[in-house]
Antibody
Framework: EVQLVESGGGLVKPGGSLRLSCAAS????????MNWVRQAPGKGLEWVSS????????YYADSVKGRFTISRDNAKNSLYLQMNSLRAEDTAVYYC??????????????WGQGTLVTVSS | DIQMTQSPSSLSASVGDRVTITCRAS??????LAWYQQKPGKVPKLLIY???TLQSGVPSRFSGSGSGTDFTLTISSLQPEDVATYYC?????????FGQGTKVEIK
């Protein structure tokens, strides 16, 4: 069974940093692209970032480019999102989501339960 | 960037009704379109990809169509468990933009 478990969310002050993690199990992690999608409270879904299976291809939404860094460790079956210079508008539930193959820029066939990031003073 | 616009933003229909949701791209995206269902308080679930391919395990009352700029998600016979917000998503290129969502309720 595919499982994606996010962690690392919490309350952080504006300008602060946070690192999210996503632990994957139930599939060959190194064969699939991975993604972060967020959802602000009461709002719709927003794609944040994508990384290919080998980390060769990485993409970011303009809203986070230069502040967030996606990475993965295939040996540890883990996906990460380093978030710096956080703003109030980054407040959201952050979902880890799997792509259907190793390439980036696809749909997302499995999602984690999400981790809440709150940016507030 | 390509914008994705869904209509309507919300709808109310009776059990058994045929429901259609539209998603329009501001530029052509071929068939690189997916549909998701998000029930209240739950995680999004993939329903359809490549505009019309049903994800495994999704009930056959859900169907998708379209290509280029205009796409539709159809629920052939609305069921109580279909109460949710539905999102389209394009994935032909970055950014992988979602539509703003369509909330479906039972009348």
């Amino acid at each position: 069974e595919v499982q994606l478990v996010e962690s690392g969310g919490g309350l952080v002050k504006p300008g602060g940093s946070l690192r999210l993690s996503c632990a994957a199990s139930g599939f060959t992690f190194s064969s699939y692209s991975m993604n972060w999608v967020r959802q602000a409270p009461g709002k719709g879904l927003e794609w944040v970032s994508s990384i290919s299976s080998s980390s060769s291809y990485i993409y970011y939404a303009d809203s986070v480019k230069g502040r967030f860094t996606i990475s993965r460790d295939n040996a540890k079956n883990s996906l990460y999102l380093q978030m710096n210079s956080l703003r109030a508008e980054d407040t959201a539930v952050y979902y880890c989501a799997r792509g259907p193959n190793g390439k980036t820029l696809y749909y997302f066939d499995y999602w984690g339960q999400g981790t809440l990031v709150t940016v507030s003073s | 960037d390509i914008q994705m616009t869904q209509s309507p933003s919300s709808l109310s229909a009776s059990v058994g009704d045929r429901v259609t949701i539209t998603c329009r791209a501001s530029q052509g995206i071929s068939n690189y379109l997916a549909w998701y269902q998000q029930k209240p308080g739950k995680v999004p679930k993939l329903l359809i990809y490549a505009a019309s391919t049903l994800q495994s395990g999704v009930p056959s009352r859900f169907s998708g169509s379209g290509s280029g700029t205009d796409f539709t998600l159809t629920i052939s016979s609305l069921q109580p468990e279909d109460v949710a917000t539905y999102y389209c998503q394009k994935y032909n290129s970055a950014p992988c933009t979602f539509g703003q969502g369509t909330k479906v309720e039972i009348k």
